[in-house]
């Protein structure tokens, strides 16, 4: 009898090492398996080891539909935590959709290197917009463009942004040919290249800048003597300056003053600003013209054969009247103000932006 124990004792240990063991297998097998073949095995092994958090990975989830212009991928950890998603749009309400707000949170947060169509918005997400001719015209006959939005959650060193930036290239190019988008392929970042967060310069230095307009047009008496963020790519889809009020001191959060922005191809279309006011001005909506209100000037142009928007709209809570004046409801006289220093802004930030960019067909706000 206690032989037989002895044994079921010896069996059982066995069997249990033995789960014990193929758990242990299980898990690295696990994770193998679903990095190879996330994304329809199209992500890159080195970058997404660099982007990946710690911990095990829990599943990955692709859909494709080619006569829609739709493309989803998403490859998440054990917590349902994503380390990439993709989401590519054509056409249909889904793109217009995303394009109507992806200006709400700023955008460019930082620019991409290389002339690359796009810019990085918040928690490294990229989104990249390659021309798609292979699917005809888009409307009015402007060049088609794919928009793909590329989400690295836990991208934050420089490292993690270089592959970032990689795997948002290299799945760029991977749906338009899926979608039978020909023309070139994006080109590969350079070696360690990452998105660029701009620089702060004094606003009496941003002369020969593009955000030239805040050296030569009046601005607001708190950022005479602040700073302006320029974040304009070269060759871009899209660029920022903003001009920000004089901190008090070191600690001082920069506060916004005025935003001018310009957006070129279906982003002048159909993105839709926040923080512009009661008046947000749908970029797409009615004839694609100049506009000017007391919350927002906007030009127009064309580059490089697409529509070009350029906007000028004051910054989060920017009052009617600069400190020490008499509070109350607006003047007609200052909001009239409002719309000449707007006018002002945006056709000095449009005509640098045309001159620098050979754009054409320029048209500005008329005087109010």
Excluded at 33 to 50: F, I, N, V, Y
Excluded at 68 to 85: E, I, S
Excluded at 106 to 115: D, H, K, S
Aim: net charge negative; glycine share 12%.
């Amino acid at each position: 009898m206690w032989r037989y124990r002895k044994w079921l004792w010896g069996a059982a240990c066995a069997v249990l090492a033995l789960v014990v063991v193929g758990f242990s297998v299980r898990a690295p097998v696990k994770d193998w398996w679903l990095s190879r073949e996330a994304c329809g095995g199209e992500l890159p092994g080195e970058d997404l080891r660099t982007v990946r958090p710690e911990g095990r990975l829990g599943e990955e989830r692709e859909s494709f539909d080619e006569s829609g212009g739709r493309y989803h991928c998403v490859l998440v950890t054990d917590q349902d935590k994503v380390v990439v998603a993709v989401d590519a749009y054509l056409d249909g309400a889904d793109r217009e959709d995303k394009l109507s707000y992806v200006g709400e949170s700023y955008p460019p947060q930082a620019v991409l290197p290389g002339g690359l169509p796009g810019f990085e918005s918040q928690n490294s997400l990229v989104y990249l917009m390659p021309e798609c001719p292979g699917r005809g015209k888009g409307r009015d006959g402007d060049p088609r463009r794919l928009l793909v939005g590329t989400w690295t959650y836990f991208a934050e060193s420089r490292e993690e942004k270089a592959a970032m930036l990689r795997l948002a290239v290299r799945m760029t190019n991977v749906v338009t040919e899926k979608l039978g988008c020909g023309g070139k392929p994006l080109p590969p970042p350079e070696d360690g290249a990452v998105p660029d967060p701009g620089r702060y310069v004094p606003r009496a230095k941003t002369q020969g800048t593009a955000c030239a307009a805040f050296a030569t047009a009046r601005v607001p008496a708190e950022g005479r003597d602040g700073q302006v963020r320029i974040a304009v790519a070269e060759g871009g889809m899209v660029g920022r300056c903003t001009l920000y009020a004089a901190a008090e001191s070191d600690g001082d959060r920069r506060r916004p003053l005025v935003e001018l922005t310009s957006w070129r191809g279906d982003w002048g279309v159909d993105v839709r600003e926040m923080g512009s006011g009661p008046d947000p001005m749908p970029m797409g909506d009615g004839p694609w013209k100049p506009a000017l209100t007391e919350d927002r000037a906007w030009a127009v142009a064309r580059c490089d054969g697409e529509r070009t928007g350029f906007a000028a709209h004051w910054g989060d809570d920017y009052p009617y009247r600069e400190e020490g004046e008499q509070h109350g409801p607006p003047t007609e006289a200052e909001r009239k103000e409002r719309r000449e220093r707007l006018r002002a802004y945006v056709t000095a930030f449009a005509q640098d932006q045309t001159r620098l960019g050979g754009c054409t067909e320029l048209r500005v706000p008329a005087a109010p």
